[in-house]
Nanobody, 118 residues
Framework: QVQLVESGGGLVQAGASLRLSCAAS????????MGWFRQAPGKEREFVGA????????YYADSVKGRFTISRDDAKNTVYLQMNNLKLEDTAVYYC???????????WGQGTQVTVSP
């Protein structure tokens, strides 16, 4: 059974960049579509983006489109979330998960905190 561990979060200033990693173990992610979500304090978890099993297609929430990019390296069993031009409203705990369908995700990681300061 696949296990996911996110890393790469931290405290950055607005306008900076961060790259989050989602490392999988226990099972290869080859053939699995993957997604990223985030949850800010006091808010519900929201979709950030997703990448197809082959990496040929990716999808993003409007709030991050043009700033965030999801990629994958199946040889390293890892999915990435490159975040550029970070804004205060990007502050949240970021999670990765296996995407079964547009509304069905499972095998959630524990999350990594991203804090954007002025």
């Amino acid at each position: 059974q696949v296990q996911l561990v996110e890393s790469g979060g931290g405290l950055v200033q607005a306008g900076a960049s961060l790259r989050l990693s989602c490392a999988a173990s226990g099972e290869t992610i080859t053939g699995l579509a993957m997604g990223w979500f985030r949850q800010a304090p006091g808010k519900e978890r929201e979709f950030v983006g997703a990448i197809s099993w082959g990496g040929g297609a990716s999808y993003y929430a409007d709030s991050v489109k043009g700033r965030f990019t999801i990629s994958r390296d199946d040889a390293k069993n890892t999915v990435y979330l490159q975040m550029n031009n970070l804004k205060l409203e990007d502050t949240a705990v970021y999670y990765c998960a296996v995407r079964r369908s547009a509304m069905d995700y499972d095998h959630w990681g524990q999350g990594t905190q991203v804090t954007v300061s002025p």
